[in-house]
């Protein structure tokens, strides 16, 4: 029997399971996971330190392969596409937000928000980008370098940026772990308007209670499981989550806002780096700052 959903999904893992190493030390980051990320939603991952959100964020996005199971961008699985396939799709019909903004600290914040549709060589749709520009708040910064904004206004850019070819789906590690507050509602905010007013569809890696509100769902993960989902979430109702996780097991200890807040994207370490994300791997990459 096949269950029709009127619901279309923009990206999703079946069964996917992702182990690093072997032997002795292999880590099984990602235990079976099953997730549709549905269009046109804005979706928060979850979980304490350690339990797959950035591997699952990698290898949904493509910026890293399964060991088994399947990936999906659409109808596209992700592991039948050779590597210049995949760099395509990647450039094309997905948007990234880091943790540090990475952007070009040579270009203007207009040339920064631009840079995927120049590399791919497309003009894209002006419009789109003029209304973006708007979207963000920062018309009157288009001919400023990155150094003279704020870190608020710079994570602004690379969310117009990531939303500047039209993507299919943009992905969001952490994009409010190096603001503060004020600057990270701003982007939040930012981020849920161009969900609603675009019908984009954004899939955010988050440790913040009050930014996972901004969602319209949240999936929690735990020890490479998915273990819960929640719609209409709201701070508190996702702080009782976790503190249910505290109460049922040792590992929500790592949901412990300091060390987790701290950590920072780390593109020297994760096979996922920002400069894959536009486009590296079979054709040349603009420098970004680590
Ligand atoms: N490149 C790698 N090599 C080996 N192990 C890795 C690698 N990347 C991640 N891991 C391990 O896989 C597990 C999941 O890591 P992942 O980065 O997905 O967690 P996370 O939920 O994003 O954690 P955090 O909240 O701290 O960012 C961890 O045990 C981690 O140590
Ligand atoms: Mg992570």
């Known amino acids: 029997m096949t269950v029709t959903t009127e619901v ?19 880590v099984r980051a990602l235990d079976g996971v099953s997730v549709a990320f549905p269009a046109g939603c804005f979706t928060a991952i979850m979980g304490p ?4 959100k950035s591997t699952l964020m990698h290898c949904a996005a493509g910026l890293d392969t399964l060991s088994a199971g399947a990936a999906y961008i659409g109808d596209t699985e ?3 596409l050779d590597d210049r396939r995949l760099t395509l799709l990647r450039r094309d019909r997905v948007g990234f937000v880091f ?5 070009v600290p040579t270009l203007t914040v207009r040339e920064n928000i631009t840079l995927p549709l120049d590399l ?14 708007d979207v963000v708040g920062l018309r009157d910064r288009l001919h400023h370098r990155p150094s003279e904004l704020s870190g608020g206004q710079q994570q602004r850019v690379a969310v117009a940026r990531a939303f500047a070819g039209q993507p299919d789906v943009v992905f969001a590690d952490e994009p409010t772990g190096n603001l503060d507050s004020r600057s990270g509602e701003e982007v939040l905010g930012l981020l849920g308007r161009t969900v609603r007013h675009t019908a984009r569809t954004v899939v955010m890696v988050t440790h913040d209670p009050v930014a996972a509100a901004h969602a319209d769902e949240v999936v929690f993960l735990a020890d490479g499981r998915l273990v819960d989902r929640m719609t209409a979430p709201t701070a508190e109702r996702v702080l009782d989550r976790m503190k249910a996780f505290d109460a049922g097991t040792s590992q929500a200890k790592a949901f412990d806002a300091g060390t987790s807040q701290a950590k920072a994207f780390d ?3 994760s096979q996922a ?3 894959k994300a536009f486009g590296g791997g079979t054709s040349p990459a603009p420098e970004v700052p680590s």
Do not use: C, H
């Open 78 to 80: 992700l592991g039948s």
């Open 120 to 133: 791919a060589g497309r003009k894209g749709d002006q419009e789109w980008v003029e209304a973006l520009i």
């Open 267 to 269: 593109a020297g370490t």
């Open 273 to 275: 780096s920002p400069a």
């Open 8 to 26: 279309r999904t923009a990206a999703r893992v079946v069964d996917a399971v992702k182990v690093y190493g072997g032997g002795d030390t292999a």
């Open 49 to 52: 330190s350690g339990s797959g």
């Open 99 to 103: 943790q540090a903004f990475n952007l």
